[in-house]
């Protein structure tokens, strides 16, 4: 984090010091200077600010008290009575800046806006239903093989996570930033982007991720292109062709707008596009640039994740030929593929899931030659609204239609859930898929040790909540 002083801190949030100061020590401790920002009390240490968050399950102001003899400043959206009751204290340590705001959440994210001002350099944000943290490893991959790049890592892409890295944007030298940016609920971009400030954006595709707060497709789409609320004029945006929810905005945007995709009207496009055991190659096509471009990930969806990549190397004139090799060793964080020690292969896809991200699942499945069985193992998807029923059974008719003709798309399906039966349910009854459905893991665990051999491939995906992960390390 860039240093700031605790004076400053208190003049970004507004916010008014409670607590005791000896007066011959307030001028020192309003000068002593802040370099990193913790939420967790655990992580607290000298020249950190604790930012207290009231979380769904845990609220950080009861942790105050013990993290005051560590750091020297603190922001509270609580009073001092009312930290003390929650923590079970008769007084606060002295000599501590509390920060008194109406909002801790709102004032860390002025911090991170007013850090954010002193970055020079391109930023480019991404977003999207699907893919998200997939093309942001891509672009933050393609750019590095040319470039310093900050980035955003893990999940930290929420209204929490976007501050946290911003306010590190400055902690080493970098000459362009990717960052993700999530949202779940309407106004969440205008927020995000009060703090990111892209002038390079990029919207991967419009799904049902979100709908149980967002209502519709257009409204997710709406959203998401509020991306662009605070671009300059030689900002510009990068939209999915292939989408047609994105496809539909041509000509409507209010920035420089560019398509990547397969149409043959997209400014940047994959073209001759090979699958070879599930894994991609194409060649990159750009007004008379032509460069082969080879993926170590499976998917056809990782084709159009690495094309956007590749077009944002291009729009910022770098070695394509650089950045087309950096995807040779691409591993990202979401989809991991573990070979078992029993011959089968496991694709551990579990991170998330949406109606689009599970099809793109099946197609991985799909499209990979195997030696012995292709077995999908998935579980509810959640936040889909009031409708999240019939787009759990919109995955069965996907499944249903893919296995027409004699050609199925899997050799056998299980379900893991409540909603997921809807999925079942529809397979077992429109094609002739095998088809299995547990309420609970521990018997879908056992059901599936049972069954798998040697060379069969098995692709794990729900929601995080369901927790899938625990399948996939009782089948390693």
């Known amino acids: 984090m860039k240093d700031i002083k605790i004076k400053d801190l208190v003049e970004i949030t507004n916010g008014v010091l409670i607590g005791t100061v000896e007066d011959t020590y307030k001028d ?10 913790a939420i967790d009390s655990r992580q607290a240490k000298e020249g950190t600010l604790f930012v207290a968050i009231k979380g769904e399950n845990v609220d950080a102001h009861k942790f105050i008290p013990q993290v005051a003899d560590v750091v020297d400043a603190i922001l509270t959206e609580e009073s001092e009575e009312e930290i003390c009751a929650l923590s079970g204290v008769d007084n606060l340590t002295k000599n501590t800046a509390y920060i008194k705001v109406a909002s801790t959440l709102d004032a860390l994210q002025d911090i991170a806006a007013y850090i954010r001002k002193s970055y020079t350099k391109h930023v480019v944000g991404v977003t999207g239903s699907v893919g998200k943290t ?4 891509m672009i933050t991959t393609a750019l590095a093989s040319n470039l310093e790049v900050f980035h955003t890592e893990g999940n930290m892409n929420s209204q929490i996570g976007v501050p946290l890295t911003v306010a590190r944007i400055m902690d080493k030298p970098s000459e362009a930033a990717v960052l993700e940016m999530g949202i779940s609920e309407p106004g969440g971009m205008d927020r995000l982007t009060r703090m990111v400030e892209p002038d390079i954006a990029v919207v ?62 997209a400014d940047f496009r ?12 194409y060649t990159y096509v750009h007004g008379d640039k032509r460069i082969d471009v080879s993926l170590n990930v499976l998917g056809m969806h990782n084709v159009l ?11 910022l004139g770098l070695d394509l030929e650089k950045a087309a090799k950096s995807f040779e060793s691409f591993v990202g964080q979401r989809q991991k593929i573990i070979q078992s020690e029993k011959g089968y292969t496991i694709i551990d896809d579990s991170y998330n899931a949406s109606p689009d991200s599970m099809k793109a699942a099946l197609n991985v499945l799909r499209d990979m030659s195997v030696q012995g069985r292709k077995i999908a193992v998935l579980g509810d998807m959640f936040e889909l609204g009031e409708k999240s029923r019939e787009y759990h059974k919109d995955v069965g008719i996907f499944i249903a239609e893919q296995s027409a003709g004699g050609a199925a798309l899997l050799d056998e ?5 409540d909603e997921s039966t809807e999925i079942s349910d529809y397979v077992i009854n429109n094609s002739g898929v095998k088809t299995v459905h547990f309420a609970e893991k521990p018997e879908a665990i056992e059901y599936i040790r049972s069954i798998l051999k040697s060379g069969d491939v098995i692709t794990l995906k729900a929601s995080n909540g369901m927790k899938f992960k625990e399948i996939v390390e009782a089948l390693k």
Request: proline fraction near 0%; avoid cysteine.
């Open 28 to 37: 020192e401790l309003m000068e002593k200077v802040i370099d990193d920002i």
């Open 134 to 137: 997939t093309t942001r490893e």
């Open 204 to 265: 991967t595709m419009i799904g049902q991720a979100h709908i149980e707060f967002l209502k519709t497709r257009e409204g997710i789409r709406e959203e998401k292109l509020r991306i662009t609320g605070r671009m300059k004029e030689d900002g510009v945006l990068f939209l999915n062709a292939d989408d047609q929810m994105l496809y539909d905005m041509k000509g409507k945007t209010d920035v420089k707008t560019y398509y990547f995709g397969t149409r043959e009207d």
């Open 270 to 281: 994959a073209e001759n596009i090979r699958f070879e055991n599930g894994f991609n190659t």
């Open 305 to 315: 994740n690495s094309l956007v990549a590749m077009a944002i190397s291009d729009h």
């Open 413 to 417: 399906l299980i379900t893991v859930g």
